[in-house]
């Protein structure tokens, strides 16, 4: 471990990722060389199939960067269509122990109006997903109108747009999960744009039963497939006295691998992008036998650094 990442590590979580980030978006990472692994899905081209995770890089600060790491796509978000702040500090907490973070960040951005004008004004040379979440202002039975109006806005500059009813910590969003919510959500994104390749990334703590129900909304609707999963809300092997919010990382491995599976187990033809819990080379070659045409990585490349996806590839 480099003495840049190992001084990261030693400061708070959240004052961590805003150096770690800032210093990606200046490029001062250098540029990290990868094995090439070309996959091509739903008509789109990648030079790998690993990509950065929603999250990392909500308001796409460094998108012109993520690929001298050897990231083979990236998406930015979570977007809202209001700017906000997000929930109170602390909301980020390191579980090193555990190779995991639990975040109750709330979705901090800057709003889809200036993610908008900062794609436009910036080149990635790898494809961007962009994921969409309700704003916290927006009462439930509004999200509809809200999740339409950013995809408009930020369709036009999106490889695939994925639509977050998955995350913990706005209230009442994991409920847009339950079938007629969501089709009331996803069927205008889908009219008004039917050429955008289009997701929804769901939640691991969800029932086979419940994720089959995603799945065949998604096909009615001729979605292009499912980001499985989210943080999970579960504290799998922790025992008391973890944080509130959303876990992620190796214990959150087998709850998301379950949801792959039983998702890839339905044979629906949907693209189905593998997140959770990949820390090392095994958990992404698992995701991938498990049916996962693309894996996204976030907690192991905060604990791994930047050599991160070349230790995937390799
Ligand atoms: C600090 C943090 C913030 C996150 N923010 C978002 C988000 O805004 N939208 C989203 O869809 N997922 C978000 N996630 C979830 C990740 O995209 C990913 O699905 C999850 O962390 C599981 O992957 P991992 O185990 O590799 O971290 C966040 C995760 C972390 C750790």
């Not at 001298?68 to 980020?92: I, K, M, S, W, Y």
């Not at 036998?289 to 693309?294: F, K, N, P, T, V």
Request: a neutral charge; one cysteine or more.
């Amino acid at each position: 471990m480099s003495l840049g990442h190992r001084l990261l590590l030693s400061l708070p979580p959240e004052t961590a990722h805003e150096i770690g980030l800032a210093a990606v978006s200046r490029g001062w990472l250098g540029t990290v060389t990868v094995p090439e692994r070309p996959v091509e899905s739903f008509g789109v081209r990648f030079r790998n199939p690993i990509g950065l995770a929603a999250g990392f890089d909500k308001n796409g600060v460094a998108i012109g960067h993520w690929h001298r790491l050897g990231f083979g796509f990236v998406e930015v978000g979570t977007v809202t269509r209001h700017a906000q702040v997000g929930n109170p500090r602390p909301r980020l907490f390191r579980l090193r122990e555990h190779g995991a973070l639990v975040n109750r960040m709330g979705f901090n951005n800057e709003g889809a109006d200036a993610l908008a004008r900062r794609l436009e004004g910036s080149a990635c040379p790898i494809p961007v997903g962009v994921n969409l979440g309700k704003s916290k202002v927006t009462a439930l039975e509004d999200a509809p109108s809200d999740y339409l109006y950013s995809f408009r806005l930020l369709a036009p500059f999106a490889s695939y747009v994925v639509v977050n009813v998955s995350s913990p910590n706005t209230p009442g969003l994991r409920d847009l999960q339950q079938t007629e919510a969501l089709r009331a959500v996803l069927s205008p994104l889908r009219e008004a744009k039917p050429e955008t390749p289009l997701f929804v990334k769901v939640a691991p703590d969800l029932e086979p039963a419940a994720l089959e129900e995603i799945a065949d909304v998604a096909v009615e609707l001729g979605l292009t497939g499912i980001v499985a999963t989210n943080t999970t809300l579960g504290r799998p092997g922790l025992g008391s006295g973890v944080p509130e919010g959303g876990l992620s990382g190796a214990p959150l491995r087998p709850l998301a691998d379950s949801a792959l599976e039983t998702l890839a187990r339905l044979g629906t033809g949907l693209v189905l992008i593998g997140s959770g819990g990949v820390m090392g080379r095994d958990d992404f070659h698992q995701k991938v036998r498990l049916g996962a045409s693309l894996v996204q990585v976030y907690t192991g490349f905060v604990y791994a650094g930047p050599t991160f996806v070349a230790s995937l590839l390799a």
